[in-house]
Nanobody
Framework: QVQLVESGGGLVQAGGSLRLSCAAS????????MGWFRQAPGKERESVSA????????YYADSVKGRFTISRDNAKNTVYLQMNSLKPEDTAVYYC???????????????????WGKGALVTVSS
């Protein structure tokens, strides 16, 4: 089992920045491709970003490219999502996930994801 706990969510004005963290415990963190997802009210969960086990290969949704940066620290069992130039449409609950290489294709299905965090709310005001 892997337990994932997100932190760093909150309320920010449009144009501002937040950094989300996801701390993992349990099985070896470095064995997993890590991803960030989000779900806005009334919408389906979508992939935002993913990062390979080595931290070299990344995936970003088109909507966040150039604004968000994913990183990981395997020594600290933590993955981060730096979010800059935030927009009101970025408002959502953000979830951390541990899974397979399929996360690097933006996949959301159960075959790609082994573990989910409980989520952190990000609210961007206009």
């Amino acid at each position: 089992q892997v337990q994932l706990v997100e932190s760093g969510g909150g309320l920010v004005q449009a144009g501002g920045s937040l950094r989300l963290s996801c701390a993992a415990s349990g099985r070896t963190f470095s064995n997993y491709t890590m991803g960030w997802f989000r779900q806005a009210p009334g919408k389906e969960r979508e992939s935002v970003s993913a990062l390979s086990r080595s931290g070299v290969i990344t995936y970003y949704a088109d909507s966040v490219k150039g604004r968000f940066t994913i990183s990981r620290d395997n020594a600290k069992n933590t993955v981060y999502l730096q979010m800059n130039s935030l927009k009101p449409e970025d408002t959502a609950v953000y979830y951390c996930a541990a899974g397979t290489l399929s996360l690097l294709k933006g996949e959301v299905g159960s075959n790609a994801i082994h573990y989910w965090g409980k989520g952190a709310l990000v609210t961007v005001s206009s």
